[in-house]
């Protein structure tokens, strides 16, 4: 493994977040290549050479390749990066399988809710034989958006961003090597506390769902400066206590939804929707003009589903949580709970929370008796 600007990156995800990363990678130096399945994406980066970043960063990122080939984009790289919506992880997981080599480590950026846990099980399912080191993010460590293929503007660096490795004795070696590019990124204690500090799926859905006069009007707005109203955002500080009380049952100590902007942005404000409002990265987000939007389609499968359903598991209330999941289905006429993560599919409904806990932190799954 090399531990200097010799690693090798390979971004799964030619998207915002994915082409911004790789982009600002080349920019720092790095070897990185890119694989997506959009065709137009590989030829214009293969074409360029890599990615035009502005913004918060400017300058010209070098990439080594692009391409469609995950075969050739997994070869002979360092970092295994998935920048990608958490809807694809699963198809992603399948499709690295067979070529996965021991050593490589895989960061999922984010892994919305047990990303890491979802992706070690999709690997098991397909007897994924390589010896890898699974880390997820909280967040995607930048706001951003891509202007066309090619081309993307950073609207803001986080100050912080929390990573952790499934399992957690190897969170040390992952952040080590992650800071060689990103000093904003900590180490936290293990992949709950990362997915437990995904505050997506407290913002963005109900969010998206209680302005749905806006998104299906001709207007354009700004998503959270428009759509964030006081009440929205009182209704969210009490889901996301609810948020915070799943993870009191697991022995963890979560800050607030409001204090992450304060951590990742240095906003500080007395109320979630105070710190929004305050945040400058978010000022050129704009609404969307459709429901079926990933702030509801992946937000609540991949994110809030899987918090109440860890809350069921647990006997702690997640009445607000369940709400919000049902009205989504209601207003969509999609069964997000039958079909996003849950404690089932995760391979955990038999496991208390003590020994959810000893899995993360060691890697081996252990049941009282008795």
């Known amino acids: 493994m090399n531990q200097n600007k010799n690693l090798k990156w390979t971004i799964i995800g030619g998207g915002n977040g994915g082409q911004s990363v790789a982009g600002h990678l080349g920019i720092m130096g790095f070897t990185v290549r890119l694989y ?18 502005e913004g918060a960063v400017n300058g010209f990122g070098k990439i080594e390749f692009a391409t469609n080939d995950i075969e050739k984009a ?13 809807l694809a992880h699963e198809a992603i997981a399948k499709a690295c399988a067979p070529y996965l080599v021991d050593e490589q480590i895989i960061v ?5 809710t047990f990303g890491a846990l979802a992706f070690n099980k999709t690997l098991e399912n397909e007897n994924c034989s390589a010896n890898v080191i699974i880390a997820e993010s909280n967040t995607l460590i930048y706001a951003c958006r891509c202007i066309e293929p090619g081309r993307t503007r950073i609207l803001g660096i986080k100050d912080r961003i929390l990573v952790s490795a499934l399992p957690a004795n190897q969170t040390e ?15 936290a204690d293990n992949i709950m506390v990362t997915s437990f500090d995904n505050t997506n799926p407290i913002v963005h859905p109900t969010t998206a769902l209680l302005c749905t006069g806006l998104i299906e009007s001709d207007r354009d707005w700004l998503f959270y400066w428009d759509g964030f109203t006081p009440s929205i955002g009182r209704f969210l500080e009490e889901l996301d206590q609810e948020r915070i009380n799943v993870g009191k049952a697991l022995g ?21 929707a105070e710190a929004v409002k305050q945040n400058q990265a978010y000022s050129e987000i704009k609404g969307q003009h459709s429901l ?16 109440a359903s860890m809350g069921k598991l647990l006997g702690v ?16 006429h999609k069964d997000f709970s039958s079909n996003g993560r849950t404690i089932e599919n995760l391979g955990l409904e038999n496991m208390d929370a003590e020994e959810i806990m000893l899995f993360v932190e060691n890697g081996n799954k252990c049941y009282n008796v008795g």
């Open 173 to 187: 070696r992952v952040v080590k090597l992650l800071n060689i590019a990103y000093p904003e990124v900590e180490a």
């Open 74 to 86: 997994l070869a002979d790289t360092d970092i295994v990066m998935i920048v990608a919506p958490a």
């Open 292 to 307: 079926d939007t990933r702030y509801i389609l992946e937000d609540i499968p991949m994110g809030l589903l899987p918090l």
């Open 36 to 53: 997506d399945i959009i065709p137009e994406t590989i030829d214009k980066l293969n074409e360029q050479g890599g990615v035009f970043v």
């Open 252 to 272: 963890l100590d979560l800050i607030s939804c409001r204090e992450q902007y304060e951590f990742e942005y240095g906003v500080r404000a007395d109320t979630l």
């Open 108 to 112: 999922i950026h984010p892994g919305a």
């Open 317 to 332: 209330p997640v009445d607000r949580m369940e709400a919000v999941i049902k009205f989504c289905e209601y207003f969509l």
